[in-house]
């Protein structure tokens, strides 16, 4: 090592040794922070999951469609359309969703050929037939809303055959029917991103 070279690091070594023990906590305390903030930060992009983005997954004959976890007040929807086998014509759409408000409701939407005031039915397994009635029709089709209630969700989950009850023109009733194949696998699967969506782990990071 030159003269020059050890002249200049006696003079820092001298420097540093002067300095009050206050001084050097402080330096000490931000060292560490400035050292813990860049591994975080490498940490987080070495072991960060899948990318936070929308999803569609398929569970037999349903459909699980979730939007980003970190969409505000976002939630997913469970759906199947039903068609006529030989033709390819979608007749029904049913979707399940959380409102705003948390609650669960089912959407069914049927073909405009439908007579309105019967209302429409909703057939699960042995169950009773529940009626409900239709809230509007657009050229997409005529809807009903349906509230969901624990009730109607264990007899979702329990049915092994369901269908949909629609009045015909011509006064006759048509019945739809759709699988419930895959069902439970979706709701499980809804479940659990909605329970995603809760955890404060998930919060804090995103």
Known sequence: MSETSSSVLTR?????????PALWRLLLVLAVFLVGGIAGWIGRGVLAGPADVPTMS?????????????????ACEISQDVYEQRAGERLARIILAKEKDKSMVMYVTVPLQVLLE??????LGNDQVRVYQYKTCTEEGCLAVIPVDDQLLASLTKAQDAGIDVAQPNGKAAELPFSMKGYADAYGAFLNNEAKRKSWWRRLWS
């Open 58 to 74: 398929v569970y037999e004959d349903w459909h699980l469609l979730c939007p980003a976890l970190k969409t505000k007040d976002g």
């Open 12 to 20: 820092m070594g001298a420097a540093f040794g002067s300095m009050p």
């Open 118 to 123: 019967p209302g429409i039915g909703l057939k």
